[in-house]
């Protein structure tokens, strides 16, 4: 299965190619502070991750910050109409508030991408 995600240390950045540098670029996902980085290989690729995630944890040692790692901003679902009475019927069916479930649904799949990615690792 072909991934545009790699991972270090619990960070993970989503990959694109970038045709002006003729590289890969790769940008850490769900943070405020920007962590990005180019290589030409894969090797190149993981090796400036690495690099990235180790200055950007010094400089947070440096600086007394701790460092993010998980996106804290709000999540708005707009689901259309049918997945929204689908939603509602599968919440009340398990005894949920819509919040609820939508938390528990979210939770176990995103678990499952994020095991499937460190098992590639």
């Not at 989503?14 to 180019?38: C, N, Q, T, W």
Request: net charge negative; aromatic share 8%.
């Amino acid at each position: 299965m072909l991934s545009n995600i790699i991972s270090y240390r619990g960070y993970h950045a989503e990959i694109k190619y970038d045709p002006s540098a003729d590289a890969f670029h790769g940008r850490v996902l769900g943070m405020r502070d920007v962590i990005s980085f180019y290589g030409r290989t894969p090797d190149d690729l993981r090796g400036q991750m690495k690099a990235a995630i180790e200055d950007y944890t010094a400089w947070c040692e440096e600086e007394g910050a701790k460092p993010e790692k998980s996106w804290g901003g709000k999540l708005t679902l707009r689901p259309d109409e049918e997945v929204r009475r689908r939603v509602l019927i599968a919440a009340a069916a398990r005894g949920q508030s819509v919040n609820a479930w939508i938390n528990q649904v979210i939770d176990r799949e995103s678990r499952k991408v994020l095991d499937e990615l460190e098992e590639r690792l």
